[in-house]
Nanobody, 122 residues
Framework: QVQLVESGGGLVQAGGSLRLSCADS????????MGWSRQAPGKERALVGV????????YYADSVSGRFTISRDNTKSTVYLQMNNPKPEDTAVYYC???????????????WGKGTQVTVSS
């Protein structure tokens, strides 16, 4: 059974930086697209970004484009989300997930981790 474990969340000041990690214990990590999503209190979960298996293609939601960067290390079965210049509106629980194909749809992801809380103070 695939287990995705997010880490690195916490409290960060607006304009600072934070890096989230997601360790994937499933097989064939290198074959999967990996994505990050987030859910703020009272709001629906939203896709933040996606990275291809080789890392040569990425997608970012407009709200984070230019500030957040997704990367991956297939030798460690880990995907990262570098959050630069975070804003208070980025406060949410962040989740990582794996998908068998390129997608911009949350429903396509096969599994998600339990999430890590990120709080951005102004």
């Amino acid at each position: 059974q695939v287990q995705l474990v997010e880490s690195g969340g916490g409290l960060v000041q607006a304009g600072g930086s934070l890096r989230l990690s997601c360790a994937d214990s499933g097989r064939a990590f290198h074959n999967y697209f990996m994505g990050w999503s987030r859910q703020a209190p009272g709001k629906e979960r939203a896709l933040v970004g996606v990275i291809s298996p080789s890392g040569d293609w990425t997608y970012y939601a407009d709200s984070v484009s230019g500030r957040f960067t997704i990367s991956r290390d297939n030798t460690k079965s880990t995907v990262y989300l570098q959050m630069n210049n975070p804003k208070p509106e980025d406060t949410a629980v962040y989740y990582c997930g794996r998908s068998p194909g390129a997608t911009l749809t949350l429903a396509t992801f096969l599994s998600w981790g339990k999430g890590t809380q990120v709080t951005v103070s102004s």
